[in-house]
């Protein structure tokens, strides 16, 4: 089946350890989204990819960055994790047209513990 | 800015209708999703609008009214495994989505 896939879905780091987590996509789509969310928040939009085309959130910090080396992989890179970082990544798709057609799919998540 | 708005928790029974608003303020608005969010799993789409009116998807249907930068999710004929968060996320041109609060749906029996 056609889906988006996160590695790992646990993930366990020391504070200020790099970390990379990776996400797949076998949908073919043209837009990747990294989103972080907090226990009884909303998910927050960090950065996405359109195509090879990297846009980032104004607030997203500098700590976070993104590779998209093909169409179906995109990695978030956490460059010196603190304890704030600890949260829910999920990844999302979308075709990248206007109405339905953006509408977007989520892997199942990577939860992050910083120690 | 932008910003979102919806109720932070609703409770009702099954077999009951429930209707979670949202209303908006943004800029570069194309339209309004809808995503339900077990605990601990990814959130999954439900709706989308991008015009005013009415969109039915079987038991779910949602609404939007642009004038009026609001929306709604309803919610027919409760199930107990629809308790679950509701967001409510704005599209906006270039691939930009602000996700709401969330509200938390308790369904009790």
């Known amino acids: 089946d056609a889906m988006v896939i996160q590695n790992p879905r646990y993930q366990v780091t020391q504070f200020g350890k790099p970390v990379t987590l990776s996400c797949s996509q076998t949908l073919n789509h043209n837009v990747m989204y990294w989103y972080q969310q907090k226990s009884s928040q909303a998910p927050k939009l960090l950065f996405h990819y359109y195509d090879k085309d990297f846009n980032n959130e104004a607030d997203t910090p500098d700590n976070f960055q993104s590779r998209r080396p093909n169409t179906s992989f995109c990695f978030l890179d956490i460059r010196s994790p603190g304890l704030g970082d600890a949260a829910m990544y999920l990844c999302?798709?979308?075709?990248?047209?206007?109405?339905?057609?953006?509408?977007?799919?989520f892997g199942p998540g990577t939860r992050l513990t910083v120690l | 800015g932008q910003s979102l708005e919806q109720p932070s928790e609703v409770t009702a029974v099954e077999g009951a209708i429930v209707q979670i608003n949202c209303t908006y303020q943004?800029?570069?608005?194309?339209?309004l999703s809808w995503y339900q969010q077990h605990d601990g799993g990814a959130p999954t789409f439900l709706s989308y609008n991008a015009l005013d009116g009415l969109e039915e998807t079987g038991r779910f249907s949602s609404f939007l009214s642009r004038s009026d930068s609001y929306g709604y999710l309803l919610l027919q004929e409760l199930q107990m495994k629809d308790s679950a968060s509701y967001f409510c996320?704005?599209?906006?041109?270039?691939?930009?989505?602000?996700f709401g609060p969330g509200t938390r749906l308790s369904v009790l029996p």
């Open positions: 999302a798709t979308s075709r990248g047209g206007q109405g339905s057609e953006d509408t977007q799919y």
């Open positions: 943004t800029s570069g608005f194309y339209g």
């Open positions: 996320a704005v599209h906006n041109y270039g691939q930009n989505f602000v």
